[in-house]
């Protein structure tokens, strides 16, 4: 394949694919660790990990190997058959968590879409035929699917998409009297995300998941927590749940998991779980054993270099200085995040210091408009960090 320079690889995309995506005008050719490289040889300092994805860095040399490894022994063979990686990965999961049993899929969406099935088909089998409600947070972020986009509580995301798939409602995050009025004898799960990432970094309110918890062990409605985003160190624990004294009864996580691979995983309770037989659900892909083994290494380096240890020290460290700036510009409102999942609410649109800031060599994002969100690689250092916030300082300075 001959080598095309940046500008004709932007304008033959422009032309090739669907209009989905607004995309920075940069050609990323490599990465290795924090830092990426474009096409021309311009270095970025990354914090947006591939949107919460790349949580080890890019191309850290665990998961390269061990991929490469994998990839020389067996690609695929499909879950009709046991294969090694699939099975440890499984193990890790069930045995770092509250849940009892794995589905692995490709995608965060599909990994939802596990969840509410399993949801419903696990009242079901109980003979409640109407109890498919499920109920789920306005501003949350589900997945892009037409079960996941129902769960989604923002109605830009589904505009033109109608007709839903029945039986989803939405109460505002935080709100457990809003909950408690909505939740009937028809509802099957209330499924969250412990930190609304999409919505704006929205953290819960301290008693709210005690609140929930409580509500659905005095309901039987089952508690799903949406914890791509926050799950796999994320927020400074292993899962975001551990923050909050409290357990889901089915999890699902995907973005950090494979630290770049697609695979997403749909964790349950034994009780519940059991409600999946053969042939009820499945996925191609889903567990393939290169993802896994990649997802192994992720497994084994967050433990093996103390990336929870550093994901709260910079964290905390980060925080900190965002509040500081904080202090010196009252465009920035509000300062808000748990571990390296950290939001500034800014008063005004914050697009054009997401640019401003790609221009200086740093890749940040915004979510909801006007809240800038950090989620940078969980190795990220206090360097990396001082020199993010230096470029912010003169970007406000200059605004
Ligand atoms: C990213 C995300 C999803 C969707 O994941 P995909 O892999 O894009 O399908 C779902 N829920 C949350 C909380 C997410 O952050």
Redesign the pocket.
Known sequence: MNETDSISIIEESDKVFANTYKRAQIVIDKGAGVTLWDKEGKSYTDFMAG??VCGLGHCHPAVVNAVKAQAEKLFHISSLYYVEPQTKLASWLVKSSFADRAFLSN????A?EAAIKLARKYFQDKGEKNRFKIITALK??????YG?LSATGQDKIKKGFHPMLQGFEHVPFNDIKALKEKTDKNTCAIML?PIL??GGIILPESGYFEEVRKLCNNTGVLLIF?E???GIGRTGRLFGYMNFKIEPDIM?L??ALGNGLPI?AMLAKEHIAKAFVPGTHGSTYGGNPIACAGALAVAETIEKEKILDNCLVQGKYFKKQLVNLQKQYAIIKNVRGIGLMIGAELSIDGADVVKKALEKGFLINCVQTNTLRFVPPLIIKKEQIDALIEILDDIFAGL
């Open positions: 949107i919460a995608s965060g969406a599909e939802n949350s972020f589900h997945g892009r699917t996941s995300e990432g999409e949406d791509i985003q926050t699902t995907a973005k997403a």
